[in-house]
C-alpha cells in the first residue's frame, strides 16, 4: 500500500457531504452496535476465485442473511470475467464487472490481449462497469513493465469511454498516475482506494467515486481516509477473498465490520451509512434490481 500524504486543511476541502442524522448516540458513536443492518452492497467482490468453490452458495446466503442486498463481482482477466457474467445471469443480487487487472500482464500476449478486449467488449452490455484495470507499482518495479501497464490500461480507458461504462480502477501505489491518466472520464471508481488525501480529494473533485475495502477495519491510515472522503462519493467493498478485517479469508457479509466502524468515525448510525454507500454504488453502476430497497 503506498503511503499517505497528509494534508491538514483536506476536511475543509472536501465536495459537499450528505449531512448525517444527528442522534443521540451510545458511547464510541453507533446507536446499537447489534442492531441488524439492511440493504448493504458490497462494491467489490470476487465470489468466482477458487477460495469459495467448497462453500460458495453457503457464503452467499450467508450474506443475504447478514443484510448484504447486493454484490459487483469483478473479472480481472478471460477465465474471471466470464465467470463473473456466469454469477450475475445466476443470481439477480449480483452485478458484474468485466476487466484485465494490470497484475496479469506478465502472463499474457499480444493475441490473448486482443482477445481479452474483445470480450469487454462484446460483453459490455451484461456488465455494470469496466475493470477492475489500472496500474499496480506495488507488484511491478520495472519501467518497462510499467509502461506495458500503462499502454494496456489506456486500451481499457478508450474502450470504457466508448462503451459510456464507469471505468473500475486498480491503482496500488499508483493512485495519482492513475488518475492522470483519466482526467477525461465522467465515471470512475477508485476500487480499493489506499492513496494520499490530496488525489483522493482531486479524484472527488472530479465527481468520482472512493471505494474503501475492509483494510479499514486494521489501518489508521485508511480511517483518516474514511474521515475525509464525502459521504456522496463513497462505497464500500471487500475485495473477498481478500483483505479480511478478520483474519483469514474476506466474505462480502464482513463489509457490515466496514459500515459499523466507517459510521462511528463520521458519528452517524451504521444503517444509514448503508444507505448511502448502498444509493452511491446503485447511481454510479445504475443499478435496478428486485433484490434492491
Known sequence: ?????????????????????????????????????????????????????KDRQEILDSARRS?????????????????????????????AT??????????IREPELDMLLRQIEENADRAVGIGEAGL????????????????????????????DKPLVIHSRDAEQPALDMVKHLDKVVFHCYSGSLSTMKEALDRGYYISLATNVCR???????????????LMVETDSP??????GRNEPSFVLDSIR??????????QELARITAENTKRIYNIRSSTLP
Open 242 to 247: 481478500f483483505l479480511s478485517p478478520r483474519g
Open 67 to 95: 443484510g448484504i442486498a447486493h454484490m459487483i463481482n469483478s473479472g480481472v482477466d478471460l477465465s474471471t470475467n466470464a465467470r463473473s457474467l456466469e454469477l450475475s445471469a445466476k443470481y439477480d443480487f449480483i452485478s
Open 219 to 233: 489501518s489508521g491510515r485508511h480511517q483518516i481516509l474514511a474521515r475525509n472522503v464525502s459521504l456522496e462519493r
Open 1 to 53: 500500500m503506498g503511503l499517505l500524504a497528509f494534508s491538514p486543511g483536506f476536511a475543509t476541502g472536501t465536495p459537499k457531504e450528505i449531512k448525517p442524522t444527528r442522534r443521540k448516540l451510545q458511547p464510541g458513536g453507533i446507536q446499537s452496535p447489534d442492531k441488524p443492518i439492511s440493504g448493504a452492497i458490497d462494491a467489490h467482490c470476487h465470489l468466482d476465485f477458487k477460495q469459495f468453490n
Open 136 to 163: 499496480d507499482y506495488y507488484h511491478c518495479k520495472d519501467a518497462a513493465g510499467r509502461r506495458r501497464q500503462a499502454e494496456v490500461f489506456r486500451r481499457v480507458i478508450d474502450l470504457a469511454r466508448s462503451l
Open 261 to 270: 466502524l466507517i459510521s462511528r468515525i463520521r458519528g452517524m448510525e451504521p
Open 98 to 107: 468485466v476487466g484485465l487487472s494490470p497484475n496479469t500482464l506478465e502472463s
